[in-house]
């Protein structure tokens, strides 16, 4: 069962959305009325690839993976949406339904919001449909990398991919390196990188020695982002 004290509020997911962060406090008020909180075990599907769902996701609490079959059929992970951010929302603003399944990779809170709630926000809006745009844009240059890392990468590859993705998302820059500002397990990254926990630990005790990152309780460091790029490459 999932424990209830950890459920954020809909006004606080959305105020921390990048993407809907910016709409104003009436439009918020009114998205947040009429939004389902949503719960997703770890492991659990969303939803999966060519489902029609009448709603998109704003993640409160844990990590959400998008993910697509590669040509010999194994699943790999196009994108890592962690607290904060928007997924399948294209889907339902177009209706072309899910692209790619959706997955939580930890324990998720998520806000549910129902197209028919969104839309006449969305169309009268023209500066949440510019930063959509860009968004996307963004996005979509992301995934590639990822994939590409993800796909045919080495372990360590797979790893640096996905704590580079965390830092460009949640990085907090610090005077000693740049802080991955989510709780995060050697589980939790095992999971989005696809490997084993054990190597996960090698691979990142490994860069601690280096003095590549440092961890802190549940949450890491990244110390020389420079040589964390060069080993993804």
Not at 41 to 57: A, L, P, Q, R, Y
Request: charged share 20%.
């Amino acid at each position: 069962m999932p424990d209830l004290h950890d459920v954020p509020s809909r006004r606080a997911i959305l105020r921390s959305s990048t993407l809907l962060g910016g709409l104003t406090e009436e439009q918020q008020q009114e998205l947040a009325a009429n939004s389902i909180m949503a719960h997703a075990e770890k492991g659990e599907t969303i939803w999966i690839t060519g489902n029609t769902v009448d709603f998109f996701g704003v993640v409160g609490t844990g990590f959400v993976k998008m993910t697509s079959f590669g040509p010999n059929h194994q699943e790999i992970t196009t994108e890592i949406m962690g607290p904060g951010q928007v997924f399948g929302l294209l889907g339902v603003i177009d209706g072309t339904g899910c692209p790619q399944s959706a997955k939580a990779v930890t324990g998720t809170w998520y806000l549910k919001i129902r197209k028919g709630e969104f839309m006449p926000t969305y169309e009268s809006n023209f500066i949440l449909k510019e930063q959509i745009f860009r968004r996307t844009a963004h996005r979509l240059k992301q995934s590639f990398d990822l994939i590409a890392h993800l796909s045919v990468g080495t372990v360590e590859q797979r790893v640096a991919a996905v704590l580079l993705v965390l830092t460009r998302s949640f990085g907090q820059e610090g005077e000693e390196g740049i802080v991955i500002d989510v709780p995060l397990t050697r589980q939790d990254i095992s999971e989005l990188a696809g490997t084993t926990v054990e190597s996960t630990i090698r691979v990142i005790s490994r860069w601690q020695k280096q003095g590549w990152v440092e961890t802190q309780a549940k949450h890491i460091m990244i110390r020389d982002l420079e040589s964390l790029m060069a080993a993804v490459r």
